[in-house]
């Protein structure tokens, strides 16, 4: 008997326990991706401006503002097929490819 047993289960749950994408499919979508990325580099480009002095302020911290803002807007003003498709593994149409190439 494990202290574990009496633990309720998850109905998605695979034998261990695990949440599998294709239980989840449908159920949310993953818009918190983008949102997270562009939250992530805009923190640490405003670190790297703030704290750090020297060649990555000014060569990495461009660059992780372009990232972040890009994933911002990704996250903002995308559909939610749109998201759907950047971030399973759902093949990505034309017409996102193109709507994401016009957007950064």
């Known amino acids: ?20 994408y294709r239980d989840t499919e449908g159920e949310m979508s993953n818009r918190h991706v983008p949102l997270i990325w ?13 704290r750090v002095r ?5 060569l990495v911290g461009p660059v992780l ?16 097929k749109e998201i759907r498709e950047l971030t399973t593994e759902e093949p990505v149409s034309p017409d996102t490819e193109r709507k994401l190439r016009d957007r950064f």
């Open 65 to 80: 503002i372009m990232f972040g803002v890009g994933s911002l807007r990704t996250a903002f003003s995308a559909t939610d």
């Open 1 to 20: 008997m494990t202290i574990f047993s009496s633990a309720p289960r998850c109905p998605g749950a695979d034998g261990l326990g695990r949440i599998t």
């Open 38 to 50: 562009g939250i992530a580099c805009l923190g640490l480009a405003a670190y790297l401006f703030l």
């Open 54 to 58: 020297g060649t990555w302020t000014y």
